[in-house]
């Protein structure tokens, strides 16, 4: 089995236990995506959903961000976790949104990297949920899981994923499979103690851990 066969057999696997391929994080609007995903960094989804409530309610709109004092921001985000350095770059970046971009989120991981705190991986998941653009959100769950199945080479670098990834995952699947890796990280591929007895991709995975 090619790794393009194992890719494309794990997709429809995954497609068949969770149909509905959604991002885990809450939001109404796009901005609201980019921000949540900025406080997601070494936290947990279920965390920042607690938190994103009272903080958008705080700031409702781009110019509220942009005209926020971080500190104040900080005191919403506390719990999510080096919430002073999400704090300044939350405010940096709607203040470069309204600057330099019109207030419009740009739809290239180009440009969306060039604001402050955004990386890869948040730039590929607004892409993806936002533009409906292929993206390979190479989170946790993405490396740890692609490399049990043998879709990557192992490794932990995140680039270095994303890049293998999009040579054999069929593009317009893309970014569902990295929402539902997700959800197949908590339920069954764990870090830890994986299921691998009621694992629905046992059969292909290349570990057989």
Known sequence: MTKKQRALAAV???KATYPDAICSLTSENPLQLLIAVRLSAQCTDARVNLVTPALFARFPTLEAF????????????????????????????????RD????????????????????????????????????????THCIRITGRLGLT????????????????LPPEESNDFCHRLVLFGRDTCSARTPKCEICPLREICAKKI
Not at 77 to 97: E, H
């Open 153 to 168: 080479d192992g490794s932990k670098d995140p680039y270095k994923v994303e890049m293998q990834l999009c040579k054999v």
């Open 12 to 14: 429809e696997g995954l």
């Open 66 to 97: 942009a005209e926020a004092e971080a500190d104040e921001v900080g005191t919403y985000i506390r719990s999510c976790g080096l919430y002073k350095t999400k704090a300044k770059d939350i405010v940096a970046m709607c203040r470069m949104l």
């Open 100 to 139: 330099e971009y019109g207030g419009v989120i740009p739809d290239t991981v180009e440009e969306l990297t060039k604001l402050p705190g955004v990386g890869r991986k948040t730039a590929n998941l607004v892409c993806g949920d936002v533009y409906g653009k292929p993206a390979v959100v190479a989170d």
